[in-house]
């Protein structure tokens, strides 16, 4: 069966008024400043005061920086090497 989309659609149950309308949806409760900003009722964590032991080793004889990705990588993906520096097989490609 085909549908005419183009016709009109209301009917004799589309005619409440709006003032019927807004009576039937709930009031919302008012959200004080705090309520606002966390109105999904999620908790944020007091913030622990660790420090964190991070060792930075130097870069090894194995490795090397590409000049494009800036990333520490084996030998064994080097791509190639230009006059500015190393660069990766990713980087290359």
């Known amino acids: 069966m085909a549908t ?3 016709a009109q659609r209301k009917t004799d149950d589309d005619t409440e008024s709006i003032e019927a309308i807004k009576e039937r949806i709930p009031s919302k409760p008012s959200l004080s400043d ?3 900003d966390n109105s999904d009722s999620f908790t ?3 913030v622990v005061n660790e420090e964190l032991e991070v060792v ?3 870069q090894q004889e ?3 920086t590409c000049i494009n ?3 520490v990588k084996p030998r064994a993906q080097l ?3 230009s006059r500015l520096g190393p660069v990766c097989f990713e980087c290359n490609s």
């Open 69 to 71: 990705c800036f990333l």
């Open 79 to 81: 791509g190639k090497k």
């Open 34 to 36: 705090d309520d606002a």
């Open 44 to 46: 944020i964590p007091d």
């Open 56 to 58: 930075v080793l130097p």
């Open 62 to 64: 194995n490795e090397f």
């Open 4 to 6: 005419d989309y183009d």
